[in-house]
């Protein structure tokens, strides 16, 4: 959808001509539950976007519709206001960190609205906000870094809305590329742009349709389980900052010494960071059947070890792997519903999406959503 589509859907609310910015979600191959552990993630952006046209205003108020909520709010800029539990948090969220960033905003008239499935683990929340900082920072013709972008897309999210995520959604939102995924050391924040073979294999997401509310509180709790791991780790490791410092085999030295969940949730980081360093040396020689074999073992970490998968998701992953020419499948992003990932060959997807559907609404008796997806540009204005 292009600038004039936009431009004639905001003039429908409002009375001026817009600038036009998207945003888009991702879907992570391998690297999961290890960005706030310093470790090392490899997602991919979708070609679903978040779209966000803007105009200012000469007072301070932001006026916000958004399409897909068909719902028409406002927020006071003037207004210390927290978060209300509502979509506009996002937004709301990035302007105060753009202030805080001594940006003095305008109002502003802005239209959203997004292709990313919501709730679906698939981070339109990412979307929304990388979409909502470049157009709010057009008004005052600012400009941050893309690593900056991200980083305060990172702090609404944590500051404001009260999750506290790492930073591998809005810097693939800012950085994803045509083509390739995205290898990020979630420490260093550098990062490689690696090329997705995509005359061999497809990249395709199964949506369970399915979202346990566990989500926050779950993903903050194994977050503190992973930080109290380090602090017990530490007397024999001195100098470690994260589970990232920590090798697989100097794990193995410790790990009686963790409580019982501790220990698993530190076994998966650690061991879900060397899955990822190899995934993309697999990757780099074209070894794609390795490659599957580590987003497979992956799934299993993340199902027994960190406990983050669910009934329909473990159900998706094994009907996927029964189906010629998958290379690899698992649950992908925060977890408790949400998507798998699926590597497959690309004269077998055809086949793939009929089956995988037919197989998990027989399972569940929940019809899936099936999206064959290609890596795509990060967040840019429209023209
Ligand atoms: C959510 C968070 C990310 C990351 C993933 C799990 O998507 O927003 O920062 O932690 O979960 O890998």
Known sequence: MDKIYFADKFKSHFNAQPRVFRAPGRVNLIGEHTDYNDGFVFPMALNNYTTVAISPRDDRALKIWSENMAEMTAVDLNDNESRRGHWSDYVAGIARMLELESFELPGANIYLESDVPVGAGLSSSAALEISSALA???????????????????????????????????????????????????????????????????????????????????????????????????????????????????????????????????????????????????????????????????????????????????????????????????MTGGGFGGCTVNLVQVNQVENFCAEIEKRYQGATGIAPKIYISSPSQGAHETF
């Open 136 to 330: 709010l920072l057009s008004t005052v013709d600012g400009k941050l870094s893309a690593a900056e972008l991200a980083k305060l897309g990172q702090r609404a999210e944590n500051q404001f809305v009260g999750m506290n995520c790492g930073i591998m959604d809005q810097f693939i939102s800012v950085h994803g590329e045509k083509d390739h995924a995205l290898f990020l050391d979630c420490r260093t924040l550098d990062y490689q742009q690696v090329p997705l073979p995509s005359g061999q294999i497809r990249v395709v997401i199964c949506n369970t349709r399915v979202k346990h509310e566990l989500n926050s509180s779950e993903y903050n709790k194994r977050r503190a389980e992973c930080e109290k791991g380090v602090r017990i780790m530490i007397a024999d490791f001195p100098g470690i900052k994260a589970l990232r410092d920590v090798s697989l085999q100097q794990f193995q030295q410790v790990e009686n010494k963790l409580p019982d969940i501790v220990r698993k949730r530190c076994r998966h980081v650690i061991s879900e960071d060397e899955r990822t360093l190899e995934s993309i040396d697999a990757l780099n020689k074209n070894d794609l059947q390795r490659f599957g074999e580590l987003m497979n073992a992956s799934h299993e970490s993340l199902r027994d070890d960190y406990q983050v998968s669910c009934k329909e998701l473990d159900i998706m992953v094994e009907e996927a792997r029964t189906l010629p020419g998958v290379l690899g499948s698992r």
